[in-house]
């Protein structure tokens, strides 16, 4: 009974440390990201994105979502330039339950107790997202995400943009949450 307890209280805490996404962001100390007030798509690097048209619209919409909540326009001749490019990989996580022992069961039949091991596999995803001063064509802030990703198409939007959120949550830098 102890051991179906154990395992579902680590499933618990397998599924809940999957759902989180892991931020951070790097920024140029001498931009001046009160000036920036429009932004546009560098094309050229979201083109090269290897990822379906589907999830590139699916980001670039959260994306405009996230930065229209911040005063930010669309603009043919912007002071930001967007870029994304994303990486995934699979995470492995491996749950071993090395136990050994032996002894007396009822009666007296001898009883021995092995360990065992458990493999989980997990698409892991990071997504990073550029703003690039228009003028100097130089990276001024940089943000990454990274989690779990999900196949599932109703699911998708939501983690999509959970991902655009919190990445960008963290623009502009400086602001005390």
């Known amino acids: 009974m102890k051991t179906v307890k154990f395992l579902s209280v680590l499933l618990l805490f397998i599924l809940a440390s999957c759902s989180s996404v892991r931020v951070n962001s790097d920024y140029d100390k001498k931009a001046?990201?009160?000036s920036y007030k429009t932004y546009a798509y560098l094309k050229s690097a979201v083109d090269k994105v290897e990822i379906?048209?589907?999830?590139?619209?699916r980001i670039l919409h959260s994306i405009d979502d996230a930065l229209v909540t911040k005063g930010f326009t669309k603009s043919e001749t912007p002071d930001l330039l967007v870029s994304i490019?994303?990486?995934?990989n699979q995470r492995v996580d491996i749950y071993n339950n090395s136990g050994f022992g032996w002894g007396m069961g009822w009666g007296y039949n001898p009883y021995m107790g092995m360990g065992?091991?458990?493999?989980?596999?997990?698409p892991e995803g990071t997504l990073y997202i550029d703003l690039i001063d228009a003028k100097t064509k130089e990276l001024v802030w940089q943000g990454e995400?990274?989690?779990y990703l999900t196949k599932n198409t109703e699911e998708k939007d939501a983690r999509i943009k959970e991902f655009v959120d919190k990445i960008l949550a963290q623009y502009p830098p400086g602001i005390k949450k």
């Not at 065992?116 to 997990?122: G, K, L, Q």
């Open 32 to 34: 001046n990201f009160n």
């Open 145 to 147: 995400g990274s989690g």
């Open 116 to 122: 065992y091991s458990n493999v989980y596999s997990t």
């Open 85 to 88: 490019f994303t990486k995934e």
């Open 52 to 57: 379906s048209d589907l999830d590139k619209k």
